[in-house]
């Protein structure tokens, strides 16, 4: 093996997320000076997340009050869940209020609220800018809760449709009874009580209609009392107007996300084999769910202290710069090969 040419390889690879590095950062300060609202961050921030919370209100409460169906409420408020979603990644990177902790941490407990599925973002905070710091490692706690370096099968789909059930995969797959120690200690802290709640939910709603159109093709009539019943049909409500869009937007997120990340044999500090832009015609319905993610993220990637929506505005031209520099962009072999960047998969 020619150790001199791998390490040529290693330094263009630098050179080249440098100049990407520069050239995004440039053409965004530009975008700033040309139209002045985007630079005032915080004020967007908020107004972006207030009208996507006030959109998702107004939608509960024409499903409640029998203006638009189960569906629609469900397809909208996941919607309005994907924007917020990156509203609070920005918060996360201190993005919004930043000399300004009341305010940031009123967002912060916005976003968690309506997205109970997801880790407390206080939590997450830590477990993001390690992502950051180590990403594609056995370090990078994130990505593997996303299955990351799973080999794809129903495990792998179970994992991504439900955090608590990825949470309990990686605690059995830690290293040693200290580490399951303190995975579990960290859960509790990231999931203890809304997502253990949305899990809930979700299951005693899947259990409890299975049941109602199974039992009569069996033969066995069930008789629910009215107490259970009544909950039933507040889970009802509470299914449709939270948990079903929150099920759909996660899932949405994290398929393409576990996707389009680099895990297990990338090099440690190359940007550039971190990520790749994930934006196929056939993911359409994924990226439109999860706000653009998997042909946006990686340019977060590179740049990281841009808001969301400046991100979207420059997508154009920093793909072009991206794909010059030699960053992946479609490549769904990642799929066989379990998110490995060469082409031999670790076992």
């Not at 490692?137 to 996303?146: C, F």
């Not at 398929?255 to 297990?264: A, D, I, L, P």
């Not at 841009?306 to 979207?312: A, K, L, N, T, V």
Request: with cysteine; net charge positive; proline share 3%.
């Amino acid at each position: 093996m020619n150790t001199t040419n791998i390490n040529i390889d290693k330094q263009d690879d630098r050179i080249k997320s440098q100049k990407i590095r520069k050239a995004i950062s440039n053409h965004c300060k530009e975008m700033e000076r040309k139209y002045g609202i985007l630079k005032h961050q915080d004020a967007l921030g908020l107004g972006i997340l207030s009208f996507s919370i006030g959109i998702f209100i107004v939608s509960s409460l024409c499903y409640l009050n029998g203006y638009i169906a189960w569906w629609g409420c469900i397809i909208i408020n996941a919607l309005c869940l994907s924007v917020v979603h990156e509203i609070e990644h920005d918060l996360i990177h201190s993005l919004y209020f930043k000399r300004n902790r009341v305010m940031h941490n009123i967002m912060m407990a916005i976003v968690w609220s309506v997205r109970p599925s997801t880790a407390n973002p206080w939590v997450r905070r830590k477990i993001h800018l390690r992502h950051h710091q180590m990403p594609g490692t056995y370090e990078d706690l994130e990505e593997r809760l996303l299955s990351n370096g799973q080999r794809w099968g129903l495990l792998r789909l179970w994992m991504i449709s439900d955090f608590i059930v990825a949470t309990a995969v990686v605690i059995l797959q830690a290293k040693s009874r200290e580490e399951k120690r303190k995975l579990f200690k960290k859960a509790l802290k990231a999931f203890f009580p809304l997502s253990v709640l949305h899990s809930l939910i979700a299951y005693s709603f899947i259990i409890f209609h299975l049941i109602n159109i199974v039992s009569p093709l069996l033969g066995v009539a069930i008789t629910w009392s009215e107490m259970t019943l009544k909950v039933f049909n507040v889970i009802d409500v509470v299914m449709v107007i939270i948990t079903a869009p929150n099920i759909l937007w996660s899932f949405c997120l994290h398929f393409v996300s576990s996707n389009m990340h680099y895990y297990g044999d990338n090099e440690s500090g190359n940007t550039i084999q971190e990520t790749q832009v994930l934006n196929p015609w056939w993911l359409l319905p994924f990226n439109l769910f999860c706000f653009n993610f998997g042909s946006t993220h990686a340019i977060h990637h590179f740049v990281v202290n841009e808001p969301f929506y400046i991100r979207q505005l420059s997508a154009p031209f920093a793909h072009k710069v991206m794909k010059d520099m030699g960053v992946r962009f479609n490549d769904v072999k990642t799929f066989n090969r379990a998110n490995r960047w060469g082409e031999n998969i670790i076992k």
